[in-house]
């Protein structure tokens, strides 16, 4: 059994799945930790690009960022 190690974040952006905005993250922050969807699961982006969205706040810049991420992670 694995521990919880994750703790909730909330970001600008809504999960393009679910529309939340309640997300995942491992407590150990390292900038290429995982940011999961806390309703269902999505990877949205790694930890150091959500910093970026919470020091940048909802933008037309961010939106064009998430659409890179979620676009590359289709590949
Ligand atoms: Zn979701």
Redesign the pocket.
Known sequence: MTPDISEELRLPVA??????HLYRVSKVHNPDDKVF??????F?CLYHEAQAMLEKGPSDELEAMIEEVVNRNHH
Do not use: D, I, T
Request: proline share 8%; charged share 15%.
């Open positions: 999960c393009p799945s679910c529309g939340s969807c806390a309703s269902c699961k999505r949205l």
